[in-house]
């Protein structure tokens, strides 16, 4: 259940804000015959120096265009002058609380992926790569689990989506991570070239070889990757 805090006229007002709340519905002034909205405005600094999200929304009887400005400005979610709509207040009240979980959630959920890629560096080597959602944690755990089985694994994905990387740790979290590391780009490769990439060439062998030509499975022998 939300927590809203609603200050006004209150001796209280010192030792509200150790309270664990949700909202603050704040007034601008607090002492008798008092309109600045100076009070109000300090007791908003105060609040955000302790505790920067929390929305807060500001009422009072003496609206200042210019104080309103500056405070939302500063971070207040809202300005209302009294006497205020309710339906509006409630709205606003309504929306700010549903923002605020979703923020907390979504938080949470951040904080929750950062221990589990620090769990999986701590675990694997994961040759630099840095990445920051979950999908990409998903892959990376499998390329690190599948390493460790003395299997082929093929690796697919459109151009640029990162399977070199996926590969370099594959190999790194091997049996044969002390051994080469071979890539080819056979699209690059006109299709005359590609036997003699691949498997090598005697000099000779075509327009231009002037000497033999190792191909990049003698490059990689004993290695899975390629």
């Known amino acids: 259940m939300p927590t ?3 200050i006004d006229d209150n001796p209280a007002v010192a030792s509200a804000l150790e309270v664990d709340i949700d909202l603050v519905i704040q007034d601008m002034n607090f002492s008798a015959d008092t309109t600045s909205g100076e009070e109000g405005v300090m007791l908003f600094g105060a609040i955000r120096a302790q505790q920067p999200d929390l929305p807060v929304i500001l009422l009072t009887a003496w609206t200042h265009l210019e104080s309103a400005v500056e405070l939302v400005r500063a971070g207040a979610a809202d300005y209302l ?3 205020w709509d309710d339906h509006k207040l ?3 009240v309504t929306n700010l609380l549903e923002l605020g979980q979703t923020q907390r ?3 949470q959920r951040r904080g929750n992926e950062r221990r589990q890629q620090r ?3 701590s675990q694997y080597d994961l040759c630099g790569m840095v990445f920051a959602d979950s999908a990409t944690e998903r892959v990376v755990t499998m390329a690190c689990q599948v390493a460790r089985a ?11 989506s990162g399977k070199e990387c996926i590969a370099r740790i594959v190999q790194a979290n091997s049996s044969v991570r002390d051994g080469p590391f071979v890539t080819v780009n056979c ?3 006109p299709a005359e070239l590609i036997e003699a990439e691949l498997f090598g060439a005697d000099a000779g062998a075509y327009t231009g070889a002037n000497k033999a030509r190792e191909g990049k499975f003698d490059a ?5 990757t390629l």
């Open 220 to 224: 990689g022998a004993g290695n899975r």
């Open 119 to 121: 769990a999986i560096a």
């Open 90 to 92: 409630m709205a606003t």
């Open 105 to 107: 959630d979504l938080q």
């Open 187 to 189: 699209g690059a490769l």
């Open 81 to 83: 002058a009294k006497p």
């Open 150 to 160: 003395p299997v082929p694994v093929l690796i697919r994905g459109a151009n640029g």
């Open 4 to 6: 809203v805090l609603v």
